[in-house]
């Protein structure tokens, strides 16, 4: 079994200032790991994934994230916010054999402060 | 390429009645899901059909029915609305060959139930 848990429902930071948003995952077999990204009144969209291979992942908009085992841990970050970088994020795992759904955390919602 | 499109995209209801959900995408995906988005828990998975004819229920299936109507298509049905039924509904599909949690989701359905 598979879960998620993102600390912070909320985070604001200053334009330009490092952006960190937090996810611990639990899972009983070696993850997938996801970050997606919903901007207002849309969808969610693929930000980045983990699969095998290069811990250290980036994604769109100048997002990556590390998957850090030891610490059961995948958290995003982004050396400079942007305002448009203002929505809701999403950590999400699955298991890599046979799993046909996806575990999301409660999100954290990104506010940037001019 | 409309990618995964949703109808209706808001729905007001009376506790009681009934309303299907509709789904359809237009890439030639196996595998489609119905997600409920709720403020505080992320998204939780309602249903899944991972290919035509097959549907499997998933995490909060009570008060809903789904059909999978062929490869594009995938209804989600509340014969009788209840006000904890309100809530924004999302579509999303993955396609052959891509590992699980890669998906695409539709925009949303914004259901009220008064």
């Known amino acids: 079994a598979q879960s998620v848990t993102q600390l912070g429902s909320h985070v604001s930071v200053s334009e330009g200032a490092l952006v960190l948003l937090r996810c611990n995952y639990s899972?009983?077999?070696?993850?997938?790991l996801f970050w997606y990204v919903q901007y207002p009144n849309q969808g969610l969209q693929l930000l980045l994934k983990?699969?095998?291979?290069?811990?250290l992942v980036k994604g769109i908009n100048g997002f990556e994230a590390e998957f850090k085992k030891s610490e059961t841990s995948f958290h995003l970050t982004k050396p400079s916010a942007h305002m448009s970088d203002a929505a809701e994020y999403f950590c999400?795992?699955?298991?890599?054999?046979?799993?046909?759904?996806?575990?999301f955390g409660q999100g954290t919602r990104l506010t940037i402060n001019p | 390429n409309a990618g995964v499109t949703q109808t209706p995209k808001f729905q007001v209801l009376k506790t009681g009645q009934s309303m299907t959900l509709q789904c359809a995408q237009d890439m030639n995906h196996n595998s489609m899901y119905w997600y409920r988005q709720d403020p505080g828990m992320g998204l939780r998975l309602i249903y899944y059909?991972?290919?035509?004819?097959?549907?499997d229920k998933g995490e909060v299936p009570n008060g809903y029915n789904v059909s999978r109507l062929n490869k594009r298509e995938f209804s989600l049905r509340l014969e009788s609305a209840a006000p904890s039924q309100t809530s924004v509904y999302f579509c999303a599909s993955i396609g052959p060959g891509a590992i699980t949690g890669e998906l695409f989701f539709g925009e949303g359905s914004r259901l009220t139930v008064l």
């Open positions: 983990y699969t095998t291979g290069a811990t």
């Open positions: 999400a795992v699955s298991a890599r054999r046979g799993a046909q759904k996806l575990v």
């Open positions: 899972s009983s077999v070696p993850p997938y």
């Open positions: 059909s991972a290919s035509e004819g097959t549907t």
